[in-house]
């Protein structure tokens, strides 16, 4: 994918300013009145800070297209945004007002479509690469067919996560906005390619990452199946949720470590 009307759409200057979308939240009494923490989870399973909240406690401080939560343990410096909907533009544009209000590290909690035949429900992939089959990562990069995590992000998010004994893949994404042309020729290639699961929001993180000079990382749990060739959904949710806690402990650890 590429824009090629506008080639010098990288240097050009926007109109509308996440700033400006901040004041006008706050102006309406629809942003939160605390400080900015200094890492964000972009939580794509939206019960899971409230679902925890006993054994992981969190104030809700507001909402931003979204409920917004701060992890007591950490004292503010560890937020949760969720239940803020689904796709790469959703994502792109609340995490570029987090970013104008001060974070400056994010790790997205996503579920996704296990590609390989290895992989089962509940198995966690840390995520180090996206394949960018979706559209807004290419208004922040030229077209290319990759964009990578933050190395030293994904390192520390990798050293939590190694902890327990929980299966840990490492490998790539392909981020698409379209889950129902995920074709099979498509998936026989990532397939051989080595990609790990499917998704519709990391690309777009990592890309405005890269651009915004902040770090940014990704953790999927495998909740269906791809891998086979058909749709395959989980008998139940036991080992999807454990994995979730298991992750969403392991990110706040290396959010707040890093704070």
């Known amino acids: 994918m590429s824009l090629p009307n506008f080639p010098e759409k990288y240097q050009g200057e926007p109109v509308m300013r996440p700033e400006d979308t901040i004041s006008m939240r706050k102006r309406f009494g629809n942003f939160p009145k605390v400080d900015a923490p200094e890492g964000l989870i972009l939580c794509l399973k939206n019960d899971l800070p409230y679902q925890l909240r006993w054994k992981v406690p969190v104030q809700k401080v507001g909402k931003v297209m979204g409920d917004f939560y701060l992890v007591r343990s950490t004292r503010g410096r560890v937020g949760v945004l969720s239940n803020f909907g689904i796709g790469a533009p959703v994502v792109a544009s609340l995490t570029e007002e987090m970013m104008a209000w001060g974070v400056k590290r994010f790790i997205i909690l996503s579920w996704g479509g296990a590609l390989q035949t290895s992989l089962n429900t509940g198995d966690i992939v840390l995520v180090d690469q996206a394949i960018r089959d979706e559209g807004v990562s290419h208004h922040y990069l030229p077209a290319e067919k990759h964009v990578n995590a933050d190395a030293s992000l994904t390192e520390a998010l990798k050293q939590n996560l190694n902890i327990n004994t929980e299966k840990i893949a490492v490998g790539a994404t392909w981020t698409t906005d379209a889950p129902y042309r995920e074709t099979r020729e498509e998936i026989l290639c990532y397939q051989a390619e080595g990609i790990q699961v499917v998704e519709m929001e990391i690309a777009a993180l990592f890309a405005l990452a890269k651009v915004r000079g902040v ?29 979730f806690e298991f992750a969403y402990r392991a990110v706040i650890q290396t959010l707040n470590e890093g704070a």
């Open 215 to 243: 770090q940014a990382s990704a953790v999927v749990v495998a909740a269906d199946k791809l891998a086979n060739l058909t749709w395959e959904m989980p008998s139940d949710m036991k080992r999807i949720n454990r994995s």
